[in-house]
């Protein structure tokens, strides 16, 4: 599976941005997703993940009530709307495929290349 994130970009504290993550291949529905962010001089955090239906999900508690993902398994995408946000929030967004869920974990299997969002304050 091959990932490709996009919809970073520079917004102002209390703006929003939905990032999209398209995948390769015609098995997208077997794969859990993830979003995961590592900020400059940080190292990679989880921030939310979505099972393989899209009927579950989890959130950092960092995100919760500010960001949701989704997924559209017909065009093999998973998406993050990211809301209120923060310059805090400032980091480069990955998405992650994985067939074996954890809803916290960070053992995925693919990785794309990770798309920037920056927030001003």
């Known amino acids: 599976v091959q990932l490709q994130a996009s919809g970073g970009g520079l917004v102002q504290a209390g703006g929003s941005l939905r990032l999209s993550c398209a995948a390769s291949?015609?098995?997208?529905?077997?794969?859990?997703m993830g979003w995961f962010r590592q900020a400059p001089g940080k190292e990679r955090e989880f921030v939310a993940s979505?099972?393989?239906?899209?009927?579950?999900?989890y959130y950092a508690d960092s995100v919760k009530g500010r960001f949701t993902i989704s997924r559209d398994n017909a065009k093999n995408t998973v998406y993050l709307q990211m809301n209120s946000l923060k310059p805090e929030d400032t980091a480069i967004y990955y998405c992650?495929?994985?067939?074996?869920?954890?809803?916290?974990?960070?053992?995925?299997?693919?990785w794309g290349q990770g798309t920037l969002v920056t927030v001003s304050s």
């Open positions: 979505i099972s393989w239906s899209g009927s579950t999900t």
């Open positions: 291949g015609r098995t997208f529905s077997s794969y859990a």
């Open positions: 992650a495929a994985t067939v074996q869920w954890a809803p916290d974990g960070y053992e995925y299997d693919y």
